[in-house]
């Protein structure tokens, strides 16, 4: 299977660890730049987008990311790690960064607080019929989508909660949670044949 990280600097990164190795990935956790060697795909997992920012940059890693993500690796991230993808951050705290990279406008926490966090079923073309059932815990919403990126999710509302540009992409929930393995499995499908 293709060699695949997952950025374990901070939050569920296990979970997407234990999800890519069931479907076949050689998976890599990812802490200092060096960890970056070899691997064709990386996951942002959810977590909390200000303290991945940290410690990124206090790991040396940040810069070294930044440009894999210009030279084109494929990159999947999740809630916190959409935020990290994002181009340009909305109600970041003061100083945060992202990697960038998807050509978007993401806003944190638009949903509210913890206790705000809800599930809905969520018409996913690219992944078939059958619809998907996401769970948002604190999670951005993509406020605009740039030229570059495309939409490939909204709630019932309109607002954008996925997206893909090329071999990133980026969704507001939480995939790895409720066991629908599609996210991942369409992740390493394009990475397999890229
Ligand atoms: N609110 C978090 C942030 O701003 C994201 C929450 C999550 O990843 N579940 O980074």
Redesign the pocket.
């Known amino acids: 299977g293709p060699r695949v990280g997952v950025l374990a600097l901070q ?1 569920d990164f296990r979970e997407h660890a234990r999800i890519l190795g069931e479907l076949g990935a050689r998976v890599t956790l990812v802490r200092r730049p060096g960890d970056l060697e070899g691997i064709e795909g990386l996951v942002i997992p ?5 303290v991945m920012d940290k410690l990124a940059r206090a790991f040396g890693l940040a810069e070294p990311l930044r440009e894999r993500i210009r030279d084109g690796l494929h990159v999947y991230g999740t ?2 790690g959409l ?1 990290m993808l994002a181009d340009t951050l909305l109600d970041a705290i003061a100083g945060q960064e992202s990697f960038g990279g998807l050509d978007v406008v993401v806003r ?2 638009a949903f509210g607080s913890q206790n705000q966090s809800f599930e809905t079923d969520l018409e996913i073309p690219v992944l078939g019929e059958r619809p998907l059932r996401a769970v948002f ?4 919403v993509v406020e605009s989508v740039g030229p570059k990126a495309t939409p490939i999710a909204t709630l019932a509302d309109g607002r954008v909660v996925a997206v893909e540009q090329g071999g990133l992409l980026g969704t507001s929930f ?1 995939p790895e949670i409720n066991g629908d393995t599609r996210f991942h499995e369409y992740f390493l499908s394009k990475l397999r044949s890229a």
């Open positions: 939050g959810g977590g909390e987008s200000s809630c916190a935020i944190r926490n815990i604190r999670g951005p939480h």
